[in-house]
C-alpha cells in the first residue's frame, strides 16, 4: 500500500467526470487499496479516486470512526465501491455538515437526499445494491459527485464559493512563486 497526494482545488481535474472501471483486476485493486491507505492518513471518511489524480469510478469509504465519539472503540470497516449509482433518493432531505480532503479546512451545510439506494460492484466484481441514510448517505453522495466532477461548494451560493475558490486560487498563485 501507498500513500498517494490528494488534490486540491483549483486542481482542474476535479472537474473532470471520471470513467467506468471495465475490469476488476489487480490493478484496481492495488489502487483500492492506496485510496484506503491515502483516506485513512488524511484523515478522511471517503475518497473518489479522482482526488489522487485517476479519473476512474472509484469511491472508499469508512463512516465507522465517526460514530465514535462515546467510550468504545470502534473497528474500522473500510469499504470500495465500484461504478456506484444511486437508483433511488428520497424527497425527504436533511442536512449535514460537510467538509472535503480537496478543499481543506472548509465546512459548509450541505441539503441533500435524507436516503438513496445505491448500486455499485464490489472487488470482487459482484454487483450489490444497498440503501443507504444519514451521513452514509451523505458521503456516498457526495464521492458521487466527485465522480460527475462536482464539488460540494457548488450547492453553496455563489458568494460562499466564490469567496472559497478564490482563498485557494490566491494561495496556488503564491506556491508557485
Ligand atoms: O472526510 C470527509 N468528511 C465528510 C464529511 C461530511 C460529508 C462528506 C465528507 S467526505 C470527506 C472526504 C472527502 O473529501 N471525500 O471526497
Ligand atoms: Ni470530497
Do not use: W
Not at 58 to 66: G, H
Not at 113 to 139: I, M, N, Q, S, W
Request: aromatic share 6%.
Amino acid at each position: 500500500m501507498a500513500i498517494r497526494e490528494i488534490i486540491i482545488i483549483p486542481d482542474k481535474q476535479l472537474r473532470l467526470v471520471s470513467k467506468p472501471v471495465e475490469t476488476v483486476n489487480a490493478e484496481i485493486r492495488k489502487l483500492a487499496d492506496d485510496m484506503l491507505e491515502t483516506m485513512y492518513d488524511a484523515p478522511g471518511i471517503g475518497l473518489a479516486a479522482i482526488q489522487i489524480a485517476q479519473p476512474l469510478r472509484l469511491i472508499t469509504m469508512d463512516i465507522a470512526k465517526r460514530d465514535k465519539d462515546g467510550e468504545e472503540e470502534i473497528k474500522p470497516r473500510p469499504r470500495v465501491f465500484i461504478n456506484p449509482e444511486i437508483v433511488s433518493a428520497s424527497e425527504e432531505l436533511s442536512v449535514y455538515e460537510e467538509g472535503c480532503l480537496s478543499i481543506p479546512e472548509y465546512y459548509e451545510e450541505v441539503e441533500r437526499p435524507a436516503r438513496v439506494r445505491v448500486r455499485f460492484l464490489d472487488l470482487d466484481g459482484k454487483v450489490h445494491e444497498e440503501d443507504a441514510e444519514g451521513l452514509y448517505a451523505t458521503c456516498i453522495q457526495h464521492e458521487i459527485d466527485h465522480l460527475n466532477g462536482v464539488l460540494f461548494v457548488d450547492y453553496l451560493s455563489k458568494l460562499k464559493r466564490d469567496r472559497v475558490m478564490k482563498k485557494f486560487t490566491k494561495a496556488a498563485k503564491l506556491a508557485a512563486k
